[in-house]
C-alpha cells in the first residue's frame, strides 16, 4: 500500500508539472504540428493542449505550445512576429510552392546577377497584400484548404496585410538562395519563395524552412525529449 500510494504522488507531481505549462518546441520534418500536440497530450497525459500557430509539415524548428491554464495565452504569441531561415530553389516552381509537390518548369539557363537579386529583395520590405497559398491551413467552410489543394481545387481567396521587417538573401549556388526573414503573423514564407520567384522571373520554391523565432523566444536550450521532439518548459 506505501509503495503504491508513493506512486500515485509521483503520478500527481508528474501530471502537475505538464498541465499548466508553455513549452517550446523544436517540430521536427514531416510532423503536423496537430501531430506534436497529440504526442505530448499523450505522453504527458494532458487534458487540454494546443499550439500558438501552424507550423508546416516541411518545416522545422519553434513551435510554441499551452497546455490547461496557460491555453488562456495562446493568442499573445500568436500575435509575436516570427523569423524563419531558409533556402529558395529558383528556376523551378511546385503547385505546393515547397517540396510537398513535384518541381515544374524547370529551367537550366539562368542569367540572373547579384543585383537582381537584391532588388527583388528589397520589393518584399514593409506592408503589403500577401494571397494565402491554396496549400495552407486556411479554412473554406470549415475545411483546410490544403485538403481541397490536394485534390485538384482551387478556391477564390482573400489577401491579407503582412509586414517584412527584415529580409536577408544571399546566392549559395545557381540554382539556390539561401535567407532569413522577420515577418508579421499570419506570413506565409512560401508564398514568399513563389512570388519572389515571380518577380526574379525565373520561379521559385521553398526548399527548407526552418522557424528560430517567436517574438522574443528563440529555439535554444531544448534539453528535454519525448518520442525525438526536443522541448523545453518555460519558467513563467
Not at 517540430?27 to 487540454?48: E, G, H, M, Q, W
Not at 488562456?72 to 516552381?93: L, P, S, V, W
Not at 518541381?103 to 537550366?108: G, K, L, Q, R
Amino acid at each position: 500500500m506505501i509503495v503504491r500510494g508513493f506512486f500515485c504522488i509521483m503520478a500527481d507531481i508528474e501530471v502537475t508539472r505538464y498541465s499548466d505549462s508553455i513549452f517550446l518546441v523544436d517540430k521536427p520534418l514531416d510532423f503536423t504540428s496537430a501531430d506534436v500536440v497529440r504526442i505530448f497530450k499523450k505522453d504527458f497525459n494532458i487534458r487540454k493542449i494546443g499550439h500558438s500557430g501552424t507550423l508546416d509539415p516541411k518545416a522545422t524548428g519553434l513551435l510554441i505550445l499551452c497546455s490547461g491554464k496557460k491555453t488562456k495565452t495562446i493568442n499573445e504569441y500568436i500575435e509575436d512576429d516570427k523569423e524563419y531561415e531558409g533556402i529558395f530553389r529558383i528556376g523551378a516552381i511546385t503547385k505546393s510552392f515547397d517540396t510537398e509537390s513535384a518541381e515544374e518548369e524547370v529551367t537550366d539557363k539562368m542569367d540572373i546577377k547579384d543585383e537582381d537579386i537584391e532588388n527583388v529583395r528589397k520589393s518584399f520590405l514593409g506592408e503589403s497584400e500577401q494571397m494565402p497559398p491554396m496549400y495552407s491551413a486556411v479554412k473554406h467552410k470549415g475545411k483546410p484548404l490544403y485538403k481541397m489543394a490536394r485534390k485538384g481545387r482551387e478556391i477564390e481567396r482573400s489577401t491579407r496585410k503582412i509586414f517584412i521587417s527584415d529580409f536577408e538573401v544571399r546566392r549559395i549556388s545557381e540554382t539556390e538562395l539561401s535567407f532569413r526573414i522577420s515577418s508579421s503573423k499570419g506570413t506565409y514564407i512560401r508564398s514568399i519563395a513563389n512570388d519572389f520567384g515571380q518577380r526574379l522571373g525565373t520561379g521559385a520554391y521553398l526548399k527548407a524552412l526552418r522557424r528560430t523565432r517567436i517574438g522574443k523566444f528563440l529555439i535554444d536550450n531544448f534539453e528535454e525529449e519525448t518520442r525525438n521532439i526536443k522541448f523545453r518548459i518555460l519558467d513563467i
